[in-house]
């Protein structure tokens, strides 16, 4: 079982940078792809952006690119967004999710086998 937190959620005025983190339980966190996704009230899940077992590979979804980045740390169990120039449509809860070894595509939500919490980010306008 694999417990994840997120974490760094908060307010940002539109235009702002905010930077999310995932800290995950076990030791075998390199054997997981890791993912984001968001999903604001009243909405569907939706993907972020994915990242591979290295972090060597990276996915983001059309409504992100060249302003989201996902990292992660191995030694620190850690996985994290960059969010850049962000936009009041950004609001919503956002999802840490691991997959087991994991395989193309990144981007589909059932293909993940744990979940965080939840934080939320709310970007003003």
């Known amino acids: 079982q694999v417990q994840l937190v997120e974490s760094g959620g908060g307010l940002v005025q539109a235009g702002g940078s905010l930077r999310l983190s995932c800290a995950a339980s076990?030791?075998?966190?390199?054997?997981?792809?890791m993912g984001w996704f968001r999903q604001a009230p009243g909405k569907e899940r939706e993907f972020v952006a994915a990242i591979d077992w290295i972090g060597g590979t990276t996915y983001g979804a059309d409504s992100v690119k060249g302003r989201f980045a996902v990292s992660r740390d191995n030694l620190k169990n850690t996985v994290y967004l960059q969010m850049n120039k962000m936009e009041p449509e950004d609001t919503a809860v956002y999802y840490c999710?691991?997959?087991?070894?994991?395989?193309?595509?990144?981007?589909?939500?059932?293909?993940?086998?744990?979940w965080g919490q939840g934080t939320q980010v709310t970007v003003s306008s």
């Open positions: 076990g030791r075998t966190f390199s054997s997981y792809v």
């Open positions: 999710a691991a997959m087991y070894l994991g395989s193309w595509p990144f981007s589909t939500a059932y293909e993940y086998d744990y």
